[in-house]
């Protein structure tokens, strides 16, 4: 499931369609005719078939008729239509979209039409995204034979409908894709969304478990009890769990003319909605609402975690997307006053996604002192302490994220109750070591220092970043980390099962390398306290946990709350763990970890990442 930007939305179609017919042709999936098929064999079921793709891509379909179940003018235009008069086979749906691009819309819901066009298969996202197909209909002639027809009454889609089982095994002979498979929509969640695509559906009232977004869409659950969590969301627990009963809500209104509903997680969508099925890139399976329910306001809070104790260290990391001085000075006061109402100004906090002075502009600057001073005068003027910091300079466009953002991770200090020990100086390219001190401790050659920035592993990616730092006469070493991204992943309904996680294999590598850090500074000093802290951009039951957690040299601290309770990022309705916070042995176990949930369930964001804060007694 990936982590990836959506700051353009796609109102063009791919020119994949040609690529996924001509592979479907190769592998015998679809019927090969040079002629138009007759309107008295063809009905929209015959258009969809009995899978995925259609037995008639690339065809001439002649008046096959429908009723309009709705009209959309904005993005990728056209309409829906759905035939009154079903078959006998659940596999196969009523309804196709019919693809009018730039043409005039002529039609409305209720209409009765014959349409007349090419049947394709549109991959959204291009056919490197892994998606599933859209069946189409495309370069129409439409005929209103009349209007003021009843809808097709809408299939209710609800937590007996969906099965328990999100979606079969990809066929090995196809490359693990699911394409050619015979639907099963009472064995499969996906099969049975797939049945319904372009079909009236109906949902009724529901739990938010995604909140209204940038792009006003909001996601529900069907199943009310399906991984609940107490304030509302669904909890993605497995890659073998992946919650059946999401459904993205999107409408079919444009914004201009009605507004969408604002939403947080645990509200509810009163009264439900109903619209056409569709299929897009960013989610999948989506109910594109012609009519709309209410939000009825939960009371959703943003939680507070406690100060800590005289004696407890509390160590915190908090992804702050990109800022930057050219951000609005309410961004700077917000998270501020998140780091010292919500999180109790804690002692040591590691910041992901510092911007270098001024942002995005790609002119080869590095520094980030004025990004920081202006954070840390906010704090101050929120009632925080006069925070300290210290960081590395990464090079030039050479850490990924935002060309000429050039972000890095942060190390803020409350110096009144905590001392950093400055040791050589450190640059972007050299590396770290440890040491045995006179006193016996682990020490690095380096504070600040990047952990093994030669590594192939953190190629346009961000550095780990290693300080020492001294609380009550106890040395900590503490690592601040920004993994790669989940870009390049499939979605959770891509048409292989399962998805393709191409980016595991370079989270994994940096896991390991920080992994071996770890161990070597316990190979000088097993008692060391060590807290490697940051958006590791994965589960905390992935690889690259495990590979963080190897050897016993770490524990993912995330582990220590209940099921329910681990996630830091709700993504398509999954409220799941990316921002972690692992712990060496000679932490020991009498800590207190809070995922401080502020930002992720709620429409309203500062950042679309939870803070997280251990604390303990060194």
Known sequence: MPHISRATRPAVRSAAVSTVVATALAAGLLAVSSSSASAAEVRVHDIQGT?????????????????????????????????????????TSEGVFVYTGSAALTVKAGDAVRVSGTVTE??????????????????????????????????????????????????????GSINGLRLKPRSYALDLYESLEGMNVRVGTSRVVGATDPYSELWVTVKPHENPNRRGGTVYASYDDQNTGRLQIQQLAPISEQPFPKANVGDALSGGAEGPLDFNQFGGYTLVARTLGKVTDKGLVREKTRRQAKGELAVATYNVENLDPGDPQTKFDALAGAVVSHLASPDILALEEIQDDNGAKNDGTVSAEATLQKFADAIVAAGGPRYEWRSIAPENNKDGGEPGGNIRQVFLFNPDRVSFTDRGQGDATTGTDVVRSSGGRAALTLSPGRVDPANTAW???????????????????????????????????????PPVRSSEAKRLRQAQAVNAFVRDVRKVQKSADVVVVGDVN???????????????????????????????????????????????????????YDSVHINAEFAEQNSDHDPQVLRFRP
């Open 51 to 91: 899978s995925r793709l259609s037995p008639l891509a690339g065809q001439q379909v002649t008046d096959v008729t429908g009723i309009v179940t709705g009209v959309r003018t904005y993005g990728s235009k056209g309409f829906w239509i759905q035939d009154p008069k079903a078959d006998s086979d659940a596999a």
């Open 122 to 175: 549109y991959v959204p996202g291009g056919e490197a995204s892994g998606n599933q197909s859209l069946t189409q209909l495309t370069k129409p002639t439409v005929t209103v034979e009349s209007s003021g027809n009843a809808l097709p009454a809408p299939v209710t889609v609800n937590a007996k409908s969906v099965p328990s089982r999100y979606a079969p095994a990809g066929d090995p002979a196809d490359g």
């Open 538 to 592: 994965d589960f905390e039951f992935s690889r690259t946990t495990a590979a963080l957690e190897a050897g016993g040299a770490l524990k993912s601290a995330v582990k220590s709350l209940p099921r329910s309770e681990r996630y830091s990022y709700v993504y398509q309705g999954n409220s799941q763990v990316l921002d972690q916070i692992l712990t060496s042995p000679g932490v020991g176990r009498g800590f207190a």
């Open 459 to 497: 190629e346009d990616s961000r550095k780990p970043l290693a300080g020492e730092f001294t609380f009550r006469g106890r040395s900590v070493i503490v690592v601040a980390n920004h993994f790669g991204s989940k870009g390049g992943d499939e979605g959770l309904t891509s048409r292989h099962q």
